[in-house]
């Protein structure tokens, strides 16, 4: 499963910071190395690869442990794949801090780790430019957006960058005690030392990560019944994080009262009136997002994220089987899930396929090892006539499905990637002409240009020219959707390996 993941983290590298840090990543790959055997191993400078790790280690992508010789630098793989998740994780923090914070936390993903003081100063320069939102820009409402950050947890004190392999302190959130005119007057070019220059942050991640799969369990239960639903199971989840630890597989039992009183503040007046109704039937139902753990207090439940990602998932490969092979392979594969050990001759009657077809099927599945074949010897001794017949029963492994999935979720977004590469590499020239009368346009405009000079200039890119741009804007418009969505597959399987 390491060939595409390795060939998909050493393209994200290459595309995010170059190829001299993608060099050196790429080499990491191979294992944990020593700095002399990196640059042997890479053939670049001594200076270079001091360089290229010091990115690497700003970033977290890389930490290191001293041994009795020397310092060994370690790759680790999951947080580079994180790179594709950034645009979501500012979507997130814009949702529930704001459009400033979105801007703010790009800051902190850009650089890895920085003060409190400097990123409001970055925010602060970078909404400057924004017209609509020059007239609100206030240092003390940044500020405010910044602890709002922290106090959700985005953002926390970043310690592990200089130390070792593993971090072993816990999560920091003191807010740090900001001077306000002091950073005022940074903004307007005076040279002063700010007080918390050396109080670095960085990105919560595994905060983002929980976010994620909470979004998935709420799109799953609303998609499933309605937005009724939906809002229950994010208030059950949000109850869950009181009592449980974060990455329980099980939540502790959540009381009936307490679901109560936080449907009534929710203002779903729909949900209140029918909440013994919507809990049952999602108790009741296959997926079994909730069980019913006690009776004392009106009911007690417990939300089973394990069993809920192992349902997310069989539902993924069902749907992926249908895309590729059709609903009645699909409809073999769910036999074959649900009987869990049948033979072809029992999976031809129970179909209700015709038997050449649903044998062409069944083999097909198995020869792209989306169900596996066992072959079961009848008791006794061994004829010496010859061999008896063997009959064949088919199963499926999941755990060998999600690996196989996850393989080819990293071999597609490869390929999309490179693919936009290869359109933007392609049609480079149009894009920057385009630009340019963009811009020669937006100036003529400021200077009050006539209408037929706006003309002339829009008469610069020709009508084929300006065809084919758009043509390619929209391949890359459909290839950057489509890699969101093989993430989000991506995403949704490694959640079953986290649990299982």
Avoid at 215 to 244: H, W
Avoid at 403 to 416: G, K, R
């Amino acid at each position: 499963m390491k060939d595409f993941y390795n060939k998909l983290c050493s393209l994200l590298l290459e595309e995010y910071f170059g190829s001299i840090v993608q060099c050196i990543g790429e080499y990491l790959l191979f294992g944990t190395k020593t700095l002399g055997a990196i640059g042997f191993g890479t053939k670049l400078p001594l200076g270079k690869v001091k360089e290229g790790l010091c990115v690497l280690i700003k970033y977290g992508f890389v930490t290191y442990g001293q041994t009795d010789e020397s310092v060994e630098y370690t790759l680790h793989q999951n947080k580079i794949i994180m790179l594709l998740r950034y645009p979501r994780y500012m979507l997130f923090a814009k949702t529930y801090c704001g459009d400033e914070s979105e801007i703010m936390l790009e800051e902190v993903l850009k650089h890895g780790y920085i003060s409190a003081s400097e990123l409001i100063i970055k925010t602060h320069k970078r909404l400057e430019q924004t017209p609509k939102s020059s007239q609100s820009i206030s240092i003390p409402d940044l500020k405010k957006v910044f602890e709002l950050l922290v106090k959700n947890q985005f953002l926390m004190h970043s310690t592990s960058f200089e130390t070792t392999v593993k971090d072993t302190e816990k999560p920091n959130y003191t807010l740090p005690n900001l001077d306000v005119i002091a950073i005022s007057n940074v903004l307007k070019g005076q040279n002063i030392e700010l007080v918390d220059s050396k109080i670095y942050w960085k990105v919560n991640f595994d905060r983002f990560t929980q976010d994620l799969r909470d979004q998935i369990v709420i799109s799953a239960a609303t998609q499933r019944f309605d937005k009724n639903v939906g809002e229950l199971m994010r208030l059950l989840i949000n109850l869950m994080y009181l009592r449980t630890a974060s990455w329980a597989a099980t939540s502790n039992p959540i009381p009936y009262t307490d679901i109560k009183e936080e449907v009534k503040k929710s203002n779903f007046q729909e949900l209140e009136h029918y909440l013994d109704q919507y809990l049952r039937l999602l108790e009741e139902d296959s997926t079994q997002f909730i069980k019913r753990v006690g009776d004392s207090g009106g009911g007690q439940y417990s939300i089973d994220m394990k069993n809920a990602f192992k349902q997310l998932t069989w539902e993924t490969l069902d749907h992926i089987v249908t895309e590729r092979f059709g609903s009645k392979a699909a409809r073999i594969f769910r036999l074959i899930r649900y009987e869990h050990d049948i033979n072809l001759e029992q999976i031809q009657n129970l179909a209700m396929i015709p038997a050449k077809e649903a044998k062409f099927l069944t083999y097909t599945l198995s020869g792209e090892s989306y169900i596996q074949t066992q072959e079961m010897r009848k008791g006794g001794t061994m004829s010496s006539s010859g061999p008896t017949k063997s009959p064949y029963r088919f199963c499926i492994d999941l755990t060998r499905i999600v690996e196989m999935e996850i393989e080819h979720c990293y071999q597609a977004l490869y390929n999309i990637i490179k693919r936009r590469d290869h359109e933007s590499t392609s049609n480079k020239r149009m894009i920057e002409k385009q630009l340019r009368v963009q811009i020669l346009s937006a100036n003529l405009k400021e200077h009050g240009a006539t209408e037929q000079q706006l003309a002339d200039i829009a008469e610069m890119m020709t009508p084929s020219e300006t065809q084919q741009l758009e043509k390619a804007q929209n391949a890359i418009k459909k290839l950057a959707a489509t890699e969101l969505q093989i993430d989000e597959t991506l995403f949704l399987l490694s959640m079953y390996f986290r649990y299982h």
